[in-house]
């Protein structure tokens, strides 16, 4: 990915006239690009990599794969947060890590925490660098070094079980390199988040990813079947079966454990026949209240498509609508979207049951059309994200998640938390939401949010943040749903688990990680 924004240069296209009017009309933005820096300009901290640490980490990869290099140390600087992508643009020198190490398989990524761990240098495991809630900063707390350990060489496929439907893929491997060579075997795994087309396997799993398929195929910790995680403390192998009795399930430790406990460099996981067709169908609603309930309805009644999105209606006429219209059906309100997947029989039979659901609920069919616009474009809106930068908007998102009894209310405090806290910083607000995943007794929310940049954007941004933790927390949400918690999260996690809690997680990273050099300031509070 490029190293000051998402994605590849290919998919960065310049906003249209009639965006850049209304940002002008709503936030006074000129719609004139603020100026970026090429990458060799971009001053970074001097490494504090010694020159014996450098030997003895090329000892266990060689000296290929320990890389000082200037590019390779920007590129592992952070993730793909708004808060990232800010600071890679600011002036001035940037933190980075002191080196980035390619380890090759399992028993280097060992070698190299045991000799990390033996000489104080701090750990950031790296898959596809896109964490969005700075679980990838190199933070090097206590630590004068602090490394990132880029998994990209473990990349295969080690074993396929087609009786038993599972696969054997290495953490290194990104979503759609999984997907090409799971096809080869008429495969599937079925995750597709937003960020699939950068992000690694490894990254799924540790971080919980739920992908935009999650109502058909669950998320990425419902496909895990068995990991093999490296620690400073030797290899932990889990996951015998399908399903145990044999004591709480160690698995659930690093699902999760976003390098703080751990790294995964092999992940056994469910897979499926690749889908015989797709079915689409969209759907319009008076209100987002009415909406939700369609869903709620729908997957209650164990009728879920394999993609069930609900858009209320900031961002359905904001991001969905073209003058009112939507391939080429009108829509009023809230636009769902449901896609099917699956053979023939089956397709036909849940959509049925589905259909006549949503329509009971109060929802209008509008046909294929806007279903197959949204799956067209489902990777593409991070690229809006940079060209809003670009043009001195504010655009961040933030998800969470509760009982559906607890919907209604829990989206209003978000959303009011948000507006009052920009609004009062001297900027308007655009707030957009979205259900993406939805359970038989909740949903996920997933909010957007727009504002014109001010003098300070990290500093405007992170008193927005901290006003909606806190309505998170005191509305009784949960403070992530699938973006993980990384270092932005991090102090709502005492709220989250409680004070006992918190002292069970130290417990056992102190058993796996004695030192404390894997991922510092992330997670575990």
Same mark, same amino acid.
Not at 14 to 36: E, K, T, Y
Not at 43 to 55: F, M, W
Not at 410 to 419: N, R, S
């Given at each position: 990915m490029v190293w000051d924004a998402w994605g590849i240069p290919a998919g960065?296209?310049?906003?249209?006239?009639?965006?850049?009017?209304?940002?002008?009309?709503?936030?006074?933005?000129?719609?004139? %690009?603020?100026?970026?820096?090429d990458e060799?300009?971009? %001053?970074?901290?001097?490494?504090?990599?010694?020159?014996?640490?450098?030997?003895?980490?090329?000892?266990?990869?060689?000296?290929?794969h320990v890389s000082v290099d200037h590019d390779d140390r920007l590129r592992h600087a952070g993730g793909k947060s708004t808060p990232d992508l800010l600071r890679r643009r600011a002036q001035g020198p940037q933190d980075a890590p002191d080196a980035v190490v390619f380890p090759a398989d399992h028993e280097q990524v060992l070698a190299v925490l045991a000799y990390c761990a033996e000489n104080a240098v701090a750990v950031v495991p790296f898959g596809g660098g896109t964490s969005v809630v700075g679980g990838v900063e190199p933070l090097r707390g206590r630590f004068a070094t602090?490394?990132?350990?880029?998994?990209?060489?473990?990349?295969?496929?080690t074993g396929i079980d087609p009786i038993s439907g599972t696969a054997v893929l290495g953490a290194g491997l990104t979503g759609p390199r999984?997907?090409?060579?799971?096809?080869?075997?008429?495969?599937?795994?079925?995750?597709? %988040?937003?960020?699939?087309?950068?992000?690694s396997i490894g990254g799924f799993a540790a971080t919980r990813s739920s992908g935009q398929a999650s109502a058909g195929y669950g998320r990425f910790d419902d496909m895990v079947q068995r990991l093999r995680v490296a620690t400073p403390s030797g290899t932990m192998d889990m996951g015998r079966a399908p399903a145990s009795a044999a004591g709480p399930d160690l698995r659930e430790l690093f699902v999760g454990s976003e390098g703080t406990l751990g790294v995964i460099t092999e992940v056994t996981v469910r897979v499926h026949p690749v889908p015989e067709t797709t079915a689409y169908q969209a759907w319009s609603f008076p209100d987002f209240a009415t909406g939700a309930a369609a869903l709620r309805a729908v997957v209650q009644a164990g009728a879920a498509p394999t993609v069930l999105r609900l858009s209320d209606e900031a961002e359905t006429g904001v991001n969905l609508a073209r003058a009112g219209d939507i391939g080429g059906a009108a829509v009023t309100g809230?636009?769902?979207?449901?896609?099917?997947?699956?053979?023939?029989?089956?397709?036909?039979?849940?959509s049925a049951e589905a259909y006549d659901l949503l329509a009971a609920a109060g929802g209008k069919a509008l046909g294929e059309t806007p279903a197959r616009e949204w799956e067209h474009g489902r990777f593409a809106a991070p690229y809006m994200r940079d060209a809003l930068l670009d043009l001195g908007v504010l655009c961040e998102t933030l998800e969470t998640a509760t009982?559906?009894?607890?919907?209604?209310?829990?989206?209003?405090?978000?959303?009011?938390?948000?507006?009052?806290s920009l609004t009062a910083q001297g900027t308007p607000a655009l707030v957009m939401c979205h259900i993406s995943h939805s359970y038989p007794t909740g949903a996920s929310l997933y909010f957007t949010v727009i504002a014109k940049q001010l003098d300070d954007p990290i500093a405007q941004w992170h008193r927005a943040k901290n006003a909606v933790g806190d309505a998170i927390v005191a509305s009784g949400g949960t403070i992530t749903h699938h973006h993980a918690v990384g270092a932005d999260h991090r102090p709502w996690m005492s709220a989250e688990i409680g004070e006992l809690g918190v002292r069970v997680l130290r417990a056992v990273?102190?058993?796996?990680? %004695?030192?404390?050099?894997?991922n510092p300031g992330k997670l575990v509070p």
């Open positions: 960065h296209k310049p906003l249209s006239a009639q965006v850049r009017n209304l940002l002008a009309q709503v936030f006074g933005i000129s719609g004139d %690009p603020l100026a970026r820096r060799g300009d971009v %001053p970074l901290r001097a490494s504090a990599l010694r020159q014996d640490a450098r030997a003895g980490l090329s000892a266990v990869v060689g000296a290929a602090v490394i990132a350990l880029d998994l990209r060489r473990l990349d295969t496929v999984a997907e090409e060579l799971l096809a080869a075997h008429g495969l599937s795994l079925g995750h597709f %988040p937003q960020s699939f087309q950068f992000a809230c636009l769902a979207v449901t896609t099917f997947e699956g053979s023939a029989a089956h397709v036909a039979a849940r009982n559906w009894s607890n919907l209604s209310e829990l989206k209003a405090k978000v959303t009011a938390a948000l507006t009052d990273k102190a058993e796996l990680d %004695p030192t404390g050099i894997l």
